[in-house]
């Protein structure tokens, strides 16, 4: 039942992007179309899957003091890996994730689960925790990518959704996707708190 | 008594350890995936040659090495044959500086440099809904068509914009202020399509003074 926990905390209670607020540069980012935002949060649960199982495997024999270069070191191969079977097999999302593949290094979400979860826990939780944390924050890119893409494009992956609908484009430009993430945790946190009584003074 | 795994050397050498897994893992990874990168690149470039150029045949493309100039931003420009070996055309490759991007591009001209026979982007990063929507290539019918069968999925066919350079010659582009009178911009990105425009003009006239010598 536990075990459980770990995977579904990720999702909705400890969302890494709607609740703890991390990773959201990419976010905002990649979420212009359902198809980058979809590479892109496979790509990240790829990488976060790779450290926390390393990171927790070898989490005996890590320093303590050298920890984060060990972590930024597992972190930084899984994320060439990923960048090169990406050039090799999909070169089309590779394209329109550009620089958002490298930067999956400093995505705090992963160096986050290795520092508190991976190099604590067996390997198998944090395996767990990987999947349930790489789910949260795709789960964010879709529903960020589906308003975004059906409201300032009309089309959802890459198909007209009404024909004649003049789509709004500022969504799809900067200011759109802290409009559409600003209501979406807006919408998280009032579902994590409901029912909960909040003292005033 | 210090803790075990606490010294300096215990530091220096698990990350060594580390950063050696890494780099066997990265260049097996590389080895795997070399091949492949290598083809991708390859039939990227040779789709690109094919759009611009769509009569010549297959392979029948002779890179020609000069100077980096307007029309060879990578130092090369492609000469075009069909299949009774007569030359066809040329393919030149511009560079643009857009909004937030350089944006690359690939220019086919006839035998004589006069008419563009097609041109097409072969890499930008302009942005998302504005300045992207040059290789934007709009679909006919709606999700729900497709979903329901009524309409099947088609090839890609050629962005619009990309499309409107197609025959046209050099007297087509008339720059009025900072507009190309004759270009359908982008909506909201003029520096985009103003980017584009120049890099195909700039590379197209330069190639017809420095080559063709006109």
């Given at each position: 039942?536990?075990?459980?926990?770990?995977?579904?905390?990720?999702l909705?209670?400890?969302?890494?992007v709607?609740?703890?607020?991390?990773?959201?540069?990419?976010?905002?980012a990649?979420?212009?179309?359902?198809?980058?935002?979809f590479?892109m949060?496979v790509?990240?649960?790829?990488?976060?899957?790779?450290?926390?199982?390393?990171?927790?495997?070898?989490?005996?024999?890590?320093?303590?003091?050298?920890?984060?270069?060990c972590?930024?070191?597992?972190?930084?191969?899984?994320v060439?890996?990923?960048?090169?079977?990406?050039?090799?097999?999909?070169?089309?999302?590779?394209?329109s994730l550009?620089?958002?593949?490298?930067?999956?290094?400093?995505?705090?979400?992963?160096?986050?689960?290795?520092?508190?979860?991976?190099?604590?826990?067996?390997?198998?939780?944090?395996?767990?925790?990987?999947?349930g944390?790489?789910?949260?924050?795709t789960l964010?890119?879709?529903?960020?990518?589906?308003?975004?893409?059906?409201?300032g494009?009309?089309?959802?992956?890459?198909?007209k959704?009404?024909?004649?609908?003049?789509?709004?484009?500022?969504?799809?430009?900067?200011?759109?996707?802290?409009?559409?993430?600003?209501?979406?945790?807006g919408?998280?946190?009032w579902?994590?708190?409901?029912?909960?009584t909040v003292?005033?003074? | 008594?210090?803790?075990?795994?606490?010294?300096?050397y215990?530091?220096?050498?698990?990350?060594?350890?580390?950063?050696?897994?890494?780099?066997?893992?990265?260049?097996?990874?590389?080895h795997?995936?070399?091949e492949?990168i290598?083809?991708?690149?390859?039939?990227?470039?040779k789709a690109a040659?094919?759009?611009?150029?769509?009569?010549?045949?297959?392979?029948?493309?002779?890179?020609?090495?000069?100077?980096?100039?307007?029309f060879a931003a990578?130092g090369k420009y492609?000469?075009?044959?069909?299949?009774?070996?007569?030359?066809?055309?040329?393919?030149?490759?511009?560079?643009?500086?857009?909004?937030s991007?350089?944006?690359?591009?690939?220019?086919?001209?006839?035998?004589?440099?006069e008419?563009?026979?097609?041109?097409?982007?072969?890499?930008q990063?302009?942005?998302?809904?504005?300045?992207?929507?040059?290789e934007?290539?709009?679909?006919?019918?709606?999700?729900?068509?497709?979903?329901?069968g009524?309409?099947e999925?088609?090839?890609?066919?050629e962005?619009?914009?990309?499309?409107?350079?197609?025959?046209?010659?050099?007297?087509?582009?008339?720059?009025?202020?900072?507009?190309?009178q004759?270009?359908?911009?982008l909506?909201?990105?003029?520096?985009?399509?103003n980017?584009?425009?120049d890099?195909?003009?700039a590379?197209?006239?330069?190639?017809?003074?420095?080559?063709?010598?006109?």
């Amino acid at each position: 039942m536990r075990k459980w926990q770990i995977l579904k905390s990720g999702l909705f209670k400890n969302n890494p992007v709607f609740i703890l607020y991390l990773g959201l540069c990419p976010v905002l980012a990649t979420s212009t179309s359902i198809r980058d935002g979809f590479g892109m949060g496979v790509a990240a649960t790829f990488v976060l899957l790779g450290s926390n199982v390393i990171v927790s495997a070898i989490r005996g024999v890590i320093p303590r003091r050298a920890r984060i270069p060990c972590f930024i070191v597992v972190i930084a191969t899984f994320v060439t890996i990923v960048e090169l079977f990406l050039a090799a097999y999909l070169p089309k999302l590779n394209k329109s994730l550009g620089l958002f593949v490298p930067l999956i290094v400093v995505n705090c979400i992963i160096l986050y689960r290795a520092e508190s979860f991976a190099s604590k826990n067996s390997v198998f939780s944090s395996f767990l925790d990987a999947l349930g944390m790489g789910f949260g924050f795709t789960l964010a890119l879709l529903l960020l990518a589906f308003v975004r893409e059906s409201l300032g494009k009309g089309t959802l992956l890459g198909y007209k959704l009404i024909p004649g609908f003049e789509p709004a484009v500022i969504i799809i430009l900067p200011p759109g996707a802290f409009l559409t993430i600003g209501l979406l945790m807006g919408f998280f946190n009032w579902r994590k708190n409901r029912g909960k009584t909040v003292k005033c003074d | 008594m210090k803790k075990r795994g606490e010294s300096p050397y215990n530091m220096v050498i698990v990350l060594a350890l580390i950063c050696a897994a890494a780099g066997l893992a990265l260049g097996g990874t590389y080895h795997v995936t070399r091949e492949r990168i290598e083809e991708q690149q390859r039939s990227e470039r040779k789709a690109a040659l094919r759009i611009v150029l769509p009569e010549v045949s297959k392979d029948a493309f002779r890179e020609v090495s000069v100077p980096k100039s307007a029309f060879a931003a990578e130092g090369k420009y492609y000469e075009a044959y069909d299949d009774s070996g007569r030359l066809v055309g040329y393919a030149l490759e511009a560079e643009g500086t857009g909004y937030s991007s350089t944006i690359r591009v690939t220019v086919g001209v006839d035998s004589k440099g006069e008419v563009i026979r097609g041109i097409k982007i072969t890499f930008q990063q302009e942005t998302p809904g504005l300045g992207a929507n040059c290789e934007v290539v709009e679909v006919e019918g709606t999700l729900w068509d497709v979903l329901s069968g009524k309409r099947e999925k088609t090839a890609a066919r050629e962005p619009k914009f990309q499309l409107q350079f197609r025959g046209k010659n050099l007297d087509y582009f008339v720059k009025v202020g900072n507009k190309y009178q004759n270009i359908d911009g982008l909506t909201g990105a003029t520096i985009t399509t103003n980017a584009v425009t120049d890099a195909v003009v700039a590379a197209v006239r330069e190639f017809r003074e420095k080559v063709l010598r006109k």
